[in-house]
Nanobody, 125 residues
Framework: QVQLVESGGGLVQAGGSLRLSCAASGRTSSKYNMAWFRQAPGKEREFVGAISWSGGYIHYADSVKGRFTIARDNAKDTVYLQMNSLKPEDTAVYYC??????????????????WGKGTLVTVSS
């Protein structure tokens, strides 16, 4: 099994930046597709972006396109979410997840098999 641990959340002013990390442990000899989701208070969990197992394919939600960047370092078993030009509406708990697959990524929470516990990002206005 794979375990995921997010880090890097915190409080930032609007317009600022944060970089989240997601470290994988356990059965990481096989690299899998990874995704980021977020959940704001009182709202459903929503897709933020995903990266294929090789890093060759990356997909973003329209709400973060041009502001957020996903990258991965397979040697370190870590995926990153660089968030720039943050807005108050980006405030949420951010989760990383994996579908434990190397096939095409389905950007849905139901497609994910393993989740981290999340890290809180708060953007003040």
């Amino acid at each position: 099994q794979v375990q995921l641990v997010e880090s890097g959340g915190g409080l930032v002013q609007a317009g600022g930046s944060l970089r989240l990390s997601c470290a994988a442990s356990g059965r990481t000899s096989s690299k899998y597709n990874m995704a980021w989701f977020r959940q704001a208070p009182g709202k459903e969990r929503e897709f933020v972006g995903a990266i294929s197992w090789s890093g060759g394919y990356i997909h973003y939600a329209d709400s973060v396109k041009g502001r957020f960047t996903i990258a991965r370092d397979n040697a370190k078993d870590t995926v990153y979410l660089q968030m720039n030009s943050l807005k108050p509406e980006d405030t949420a708990v951010y989760y990383c997840a994996t579908d434990m697959s190397r096939s095409a990524i389905a950007p849905y929470a139901d497609a994910m098999h393993v989740w981290g516990k999340g890290t809180l990002v708060t953007v003040s206005s």
